[in-house]
């Protein structure tokens, strides 16, 4: 069963059980921190059926929208139909390139690595190259698979001036080492540097929040509760199972 986001200008199709997806990128805005100007190539890795796509397509010169799963990315492709500046690439992103087997179901699909698969596993460098381009934005939630992509594309990363990268579980040290080396500062995005986007895009949209917010059984209400409630990060839910990481570099 598929149903229909609304935001603004934007409509997208998607599947009932990723309803939070577009949810976070356009109410919550995780993703301010990657503000697409007119000369930026962007990179969506995760990009399920292209909420961030579609947001990121309206100002970047490309985007790159990565998705392993058939039944997203069929979506996906259904979503950023009409858009010229948008490449869709049916693969998961991992450290060399292979095949691997998809585990899990709709925004949970995840890549296992080394068991074989009639998944293509594509390393960034790899799918840079052959594109012909040099990113400078990057979006990742390849949900557990980031350290080893990031392993992938050290030479992509060279030309990359911001990335968001939801990361997960043990990763969560060993990713920010990888970018830091590389030459990145990096610090985790809280829900106090988020709510003022949230406020922000609530008071835009009142109407089409308000309608959301009954289709995904008050998510917004509900986790700014528990956030209250414990004093705990608001975004992601469990820090012990994913958190936000922003990387930039130092102006020169």
């Known amino acids: 069963m598929t149903l229909t986001f609304n935001w603004g200008r934007v409509s997208l199709e998607i599947s ?3 309803l939070s997806v577009p949810y976070v990128t356009f109410v919550v805005d995780e993703y301010y921190f990657l503000d697409a100007g007119p000369n930026d190539v962007v990179i969506d890795a995760g990009a399920y059926v292209g909420d961030f796509t579609v947001k990121a397509a309206e100002r970047a010169k490309l985007v790159i929208a990565i998705e392993p799963d058939p039944r997203s990315a069929e979506l996906l492709r259904r979503n950023v139909q009409g ?4 490449v869709v690439v049916e693969a998961a992103l991992g450290e060399r390139p292979g095949f691997a087997a998809l585990e899990g179901s709709g925004v949970s699909v995840h890549a296992e690595f080394g068991r074989g698969g009639s998944v293509k596993v594509v390393a960034l460098d790899d799918l840079m190259e ?4 040099e990113p400078t934005l990057l979006k990742m939630d390849i949900e557990g698979a980031e350290c080893a992509a990031l ?3 050290p030479r992509s990363l060279k030309t990359v001036r911001r990335a968001v990268i939801e990361v997960h579980g043990p990763q969560v040290e060993e990713c920010p080492r990888l970018l830091e080396a590389q030459g990145f500062r990096t610090a985790f995005i809280g829900a106090r540097e988020l709510l003022p986007h949230f406020l922000r895009n609530v008071i835009s949209h009142p109407m089409a929040f308000l309608s ?4 995904t059984g008050f998510f917004a209400t509900k986790s700014a509760m528990r956030y209250f409630a414990r004093g705990g990060p608001l975004i992601p839910d469990n820090p012990l199972t994913s958190v936000l990481l922003r990387a930039w570099r130092s102006a020169r």
């Open 16 to 18: 009932e059980e990723g």
């Open 83 to 86: 858009l010229k500046n948008v």
């Open 130 to 133: 052959e594109l012909g381009v």
């Open 151 to 153: 392993r992938g594309g």
């Open 212 to 215: 959301y917010e009954r289709k």
